[in-house]
């Protein structure tokens, strides 16, 4: 799940300041913490399109996915949900807590918040430093620089400059530049050398393989 502006603004604070949560839930950040040996930092709880749901904002990527089937890494694990579910009505049921919907068949999901965090540093740098950092590499026939974390990726001109710049360590130099720049606005410390994937490619890859488009060449 991803978090809008509001949500992020205000698991940022919480996260700056240490602050525990409100009784009920603070209860069961204790819960999965020894449960599950992962820090919630924040929930949002609604019933959005009339589907009653907890989302609860994890603290690290390690453990959002230790929340997951091992045997299938894309789907929640059944057994976790389902006992964070009855557990969350039980400390409803003693708090006396008022939620103004139904919570039996409440839906259990997760978010990622060192992704989260990664996704708005990465776009954050580009925007304050894509152009210096194209007018920097300019030489090196770089024609644009594109992310979205966890990756980056920077295309040059053609296949022979990708070759060029990637034996005379000009792409590892770019690489190193882009990492430093990044952990500027790495404001939790979750970044480390190798949280960012750098890839480099051409343009003129992008036109022969994907027609020049973007979509389809990240889809």
């Given amino acids: 799940m991803f978090l809008d502006s509001e949500a ?3 698991t940022c604070k919480l996260k700056r300041s240490g602050s ?3 009784p009920a839930f603070n ?3 204790d819960f999965m913490k020894m449960k599950y040996q992962v820090e919630m930092l924040n929930y949002i709880l609604d019933d959005a399109e009339h589907t009653p749901k907890l989302n609860l904002i994890l603290n690290t990527t390690k453990q959002y996915n230790k929340m997951h089937d091992r045997k299938n890494s894309y789907s929640y694990n059944q057994k976790y949900r389902e006992a964070i579910r009855l557990h969350f009505k039980e400390i409803v049921r003693e708090s006396g807590l008022k939620i103004s919907f139904p919570i039996d068949d ?11 965090a990664g996704e708005r540093a990465v776009k954050q740098m580009l925007h304050d430093h894509h152009d210096n950092l194209a007018a920097k590499f300019h030489s090196q026939n770089l024609w644009d620089i594109i992310g979205r974390f ?4 920077v295309f040059y001109l053609t296949n022979a400059d990708v070759k060029h710049n990637k ?3 000009n792409c590892e130099e770019l690489k190193a530049e882009l990492n430093r720049a990044v952990k500027s606005y790495d404001e939790f410390d979750y970044f480390s050398d190798d949280s960012l994937q750098v890839y480099f490619d051409s343009k003129q890859n992008l036109d022969h ?3 020049g488009n973007l979509y389809y060449y990240f889809k």
Wanted: aromatic share 20%; with cysteine.
């Fill in 150 to 153: 966890p990756s980056i990726n």
């Fill in 20 to 22: 525990t949560l409100e």
């Fill in 167 to 169: 034996a005379n360590g």
């Fill in 8 to 10: 992020y603004a205000q």
């Fill in 27 to 29: 209860q069961l950040a």
């Fill in 106 to 116: 409440l839906f259990i999901c997760y978010t990622d918040f060192e992704f989260e």
């Fill in 209 to 211: 393989q994907y027609e």
